[in-house]
């Protein structure tokens, strides 16, 4: 192919003054034959309109079938401008447009940066061929690239943000965006914490202190996916404690974060050293744009991600339950297996002893008899003693059972307190004589006041039996004493003791199942006296007394179940 020889014509010029200037332009325009492309920043669009000889030239140009195109960035303060354009011609929006030049089949003219409603007063003229296609292949890259201005008016006129698509790689700028992002949150927010360490770094720029500002502020409902680690774990539970808006759940190490702001705006961050100090160090570049088909996506991936650790949440907690509840399963047939054979056993022992003096051949003297009538009597105080033991351990059995399948009945009814704990203190009295404990004193006094309350009498006194059975027990010398009173809308009753007191390792587990420091006992009680108390809407603990000297138990009854 020959190579083309340049025109003798062509040349580039450049004018400088300004009537010089405007006839070029007049000139340029007036030469158009099909059409021309023009591209200009904010200021000039100005200049256009509201310069007469510029606007009656673009007018003709109009009228004898020229198609003239022209790309801006279309804003606030030019829009009314934009808009006379579009009368005679067809105008599309690019952001951070800065250009200005024209072309048409035969010329090429470019100025610089105007100032606004001020007429170029030096530009640059050419017709060389090479020129004018080198220009027009690029204002139809920066044609391809812009959006109509239809639609960029709407957003602007309806307050809607331009769409945008943003790559930051410098480090320190991705770090205070995503601070921005986290101070801007007011109604919702999804994360995707990449690291175990991406938390520690979030908290250390601030942005944690901003989201929980939200949640608590603003109402802002905030869920977090995140490797969860010994190290981590411990910042993600006081999140939540701070602001329970936030949610966080355990989720799997990526290369990648994302950060979606009140569904409008969308941060992706790619890491590039998960076990850097700051998060300017650890991400390689971000991704941030306002795209709505981009926001929606990333919800939408977000939303799977939830669900799935969601689930795998619940199979956690399942899984740990199952342990949970296996072991204690197997812990109480132990306990239970051991409880049962130690009355089982002298039941069994004195039965067979007493079917061998009874199964003797031969008939008695009145001496023989009267022996072995005595002998069966104390036997059989030993027998009843161990069947009541029994007793009881199956009726905690069958209470726990009822407890754990959520079926305990409360059999309501009116009646007076001191009804119930008159009789059981002189039980407990009768136990400590019968134990020999001489050195202990019971005391007791009915309130003053006559107090009547609707509750379940038969499980309120299985209560409170457990709580006096529990101070004869530790006590061995001293007092125990027992009180109680009617405040306001509820009653309270406490028994107070002299004896061993609590150990320090159990209390905080003392009303749990099988937690007990008695060799005797399945640590069956107070967890059932915890459970019939609030059944009946109360509350029920227990603390050693101040002076070290054995422990108080409380609760407290409304008076109206």
Excluded at 141 to 162: T, V
Aim: charged share 25%; with cysteine.
């Amino acid at each position: 192919m020959e190579k083309q020889t340049p025109d003798e014509n062509e040349r580039i010029d450049v004018l400088q003054h300004f009537q010089q200037v405007t006839d070029s332009l007049i000139a340029f325009l007036r030469n158009a034959k099909e059409s021309i492309e023009v591209c200009v920043d904010p200021a000039s669009v100005f200049v256009i309109v509201s310069f007469p000889p510029y606007l009656q030239g673009c007018l003709d140009a109009k009228q004898r079938g020229v198609a003239i195109k022209i790309v801006t960035e279309i804003t606030t303060e030019n829009v009314d401008y934009c808009k006379q354009m579009m009368k005679f011609a067809e105008v599309r929006h690019i952001d951070g447009i800065k250009g200005n030049f024209g072309v048409t089949e035969t010329e090429y003219i470019a100025s610089a940066i105007l100032q606004k409603e001020e007429p170029a007063t030096q530009i640059i003229y050419s017709n060389a061929r090479e020129v004018i296609e080198q220009q027009r292949y690029i204002f139809r890259s920066f044609w391809n690239k812009a959006i109509p201005a239809k639609q960029r008016i709407k957003e602007i006129e309806e307050g809607i943000e331009a769409e945008f698509v943003e790559v930051i790689t410098d480090g320190i700028k991705a770090a205070n965006l995503m601070v921005d992002f986290a101070k801007s949150v007011r109604e919702e927010a999804q994360l995707i914490l990449s690291q175990p360490k991406t938390m520690e770094q979030a908290g250390k720029l601030g942005m944690l202190d901003h989201l929980i500002h939200a949640a608590n502020s603003y109402g802002a409902e905030i869920r977090v996916i995140t490797p969860i680690t010994v190290e981590n774990s411990k910042l993600a539970r006081q999140i939540m404690n701070q602001a329970p808006n936030i949610q966080i759940l355990a989720g799997p190490v990526s290369t990648a974060g994302l950060f979606v702001q009140d569904g409008e705006r969308y941060l992706k961050a790619e890491d590039k050293d998960p076990n850097a100090a700051e998060t300017a160090e650890a991400t390689s570049r971000v991704i941030y744009s306002n795209s709505k088909n981009g926001v929606k996506s990333f919800k939408s991936i977000f939303e799977t991600l939830w669900k799935q650790s969601e689930l795998y949440e619940q199979l956690r907690i399942a899984n740990e339950k199952l342990i949970l509840h296996d072991n204690m399963q197997k812990e109480f047939i132990n306990i239970a297996a051991h409880e049962l054979r130690t009355p089982i056993q002298p039941i069994l022992g004195l039965v067979e002893i007493l079917g061998l003096q009874f199964s003797e051949e031969g008939e008695d003297d009145e001496k023989t008899t009267k022996e072995k009538a005595e002998i069966t009597r104390d036997e059989l105080a030993i027998l009843v003693r161990n069947a009541k033991r029994l007793e009881r351990l199956s009726s905690n059995i069958l209470d726990i059972a009822r407890i754990e399948s959520g079926t305990l009945h409360l059999n309501i009814q009116e009646f007076n307190l001191n009804d119930v704990l008159s009789p059981l203190v002189q039980d407990a009295r009768n136990v400590i004589k019968n134990t020999g404990k001489e050195d202990v004193i019971t005391q007791y006094v009915p309130s003053d006041n006559n107090i009547v309350l609707k509750a379940d009498k038969d499980r309120l006194s299985e209560v409170m039996w457990n709580l006096l059975d529990n101070a004869t027990k530790f006590t061995e010398k001293g007092s125990i004493s027992i009180a109680s009173r009617k405040e306001n809308s509820h009653i309270t009753v406490t028994v107070k003791d002299s004896g061993s007191g609590i150990d320090s390792d159990v209390l905080p587990k003392l009303f749990t199942k099988f937690v007990t420091k008695s060799e005797k006992g399945t640590g069956l009680g107070l967890y059932i006296a915890k459970s019939i108390i609030e059944a009946h809407g109360g509350k029920i603990w227990a603390e050693s007394n101040k002076d070290g000297k054995g422990a108080t138990f409380t609760f407290t009854l409304p008076l109206t179940a």
